[in-house]
């Protein structure tokens, strides 16, 4: 009887993680490109009950199986950890690297080498330490309003992490504890999945919710003169807004925060999908951000705090700081852009600029 309603339980997880993992990937792009990886570490962790299922089922008893199944566990931690070290959707090369220990352990269970066990066992714990150092590492230094910030996401994982540890030592020294450990892996392992999937993709609903899209605004442009165009009658142009007002304000204060006190500008490879990701939306509501309520453009609004520190640096700067060293300090890529920009906003010459204000 137990059996059966274990079998069904690891059944009805792995639909479930299904469905919610469709939801996530739905309703991605309204929260968080790495979410993708999220749903891809979910549905690796599914193949170990999904594997246990199977064994019930059929009344497989092959510890070869579960040794496989354990094997998953790595590509759990390594989605995991580009989930939490990752701000873009999933790149093929990424997916490939992390993807290598798990096929690396696959091929030594299937081909049956034996040899040097714990060595490999050492690798094999070594790889988990590591991806958990590095999630715990993430998640503690993130300050977007997302999962990442979750300290019981985080708990959860090294917890079955340690458990699949456990399950691995006590299989290594063919301790009597081996099956009730193997068993309540994969019942925690369920739990999870079933309360992180639903919670996720309700928590992505509700970031869409917040943010919704509204039926897109026609909106006519006035007439435009033909002869500096080029045109020969009336353009339409259709604009669809993401974000309310309130919630512009509020990711409006957030920026600042980001310019004023973190100095985001003065990362010159910071890129929109970057800043979007720090403010907790998607990088076509922070262009809508920057260009509808704030009136102003990605570069541009980069560009003038960048000029601001720089005039900051010349004045309390000596003399032997050179132009080209303030210019990299504050956040441009080289000394011609840097001149471009400055006499742009201040209508003349970085050392001109200085020398006026030592004259004053």
């Known amino acids: 009887m137990w059996i059966e309603l274990q079998r069904e339980f690891y059944l009805v997880c792995c639909v479930l993680t299904l ?3 469709g939801l996530m990937f739905k309703y991605e792009r309204s929260f968080n490109e790495s979410a993708h990886y ?8 599914m193949l170990i009950p999904l594997i246990s299922y199977v064994q019930l089922k059929f009344y497989i008893n092959a510890p070869l199986i579960s040794q496989i199944a354990n094997c998953c566990i790595l590509l759990f931690c390594a989605f995991t950890y580009l989930f939490y070290c990752s701000s873009t959707s999933p790149k093929m090369k990424d997916v490939l690297l992390h993807c290598t220990p798990f096929v690396f352990f696959l091929t030594v269970k299937v081909m049956g080498f034996h040899t040097q066990t714990e ?25 977007e309003n997302s999962l990442k910030c979750s300290k019981l996401l985080v708990l959860t994982i090294t917890y079955l992490i340690a458990l699949n540890g456990s399950v691995a030592i006590s299989f290594l020294s063919q301790s009597s504890w081996t099956y009730p450990l193997w068993s309540l892996l994969n019942v925690s392992i369920c739990l999870y999945l079933m309360t992180f ?25 006035e007439e435009l003169d033909t002869q500096e165009r080029g045109l020969k009658g009336l353009k339409a142009k259709q604009r669809t807004i993401q974000l309310s007002d309130s919630v512009a304000q509020d990711c409006i204060a957030k920026l600042d925060h980001l310019l004023q006190n973190e100095q985001l500008f003065l990362d010159n490879q ?38 601001q520190h720089a005039c900051q640096l010349l004045i309390h700067a000596t003399n032997k700081a050179s132009i080209t060293q303030i210019a990299l300090d504050s956040g441009f890529n080289n000394k011609s852009s840097f001149y471009n920009e400055f006499k742009k906003q201040l209508g003349t010459t970085p050392s001109k600029w200085r020398t006026m204000q030592q004259v004053s």
């Not at 690798?123 to 998640?139: H, K, N, R």
């Not at 720090?278 to 003038?304: C, D, K, P, V």
């Open 119 to 143: 060595l490999m066992y050492i690798i094999y714990f070594g790889l988990m330490f590591s991806y958990v150092t590095c999630i715990w590492q993430s998640a503690t230094r993130t300050t």
């Open 38 to 45: 999220l749903s891809l570490a979910n549905l690796a962790l």
């Open 19 to 21: 469905f919610c993992a």
């Open 270 to 307: 910071l890129t929109l999908g970057q800043l979007a990701t720090r403010l907790g939306i998607t990088q076509h509501q922070a262009s809508e951000l920057l260009n509808e309520h704030m009136h102003t453009s990605f570069y541009n609004l980069l560009n003038e705090h960048r000029v």
């Open 197 to 221: 999937s639903f919670y996720a993709a309700y928590r992505i609903k509700q970031v869409s919710i917040q943010s919704p899209l509204p039926y897109p605004q026609h909106i006519d442009t």
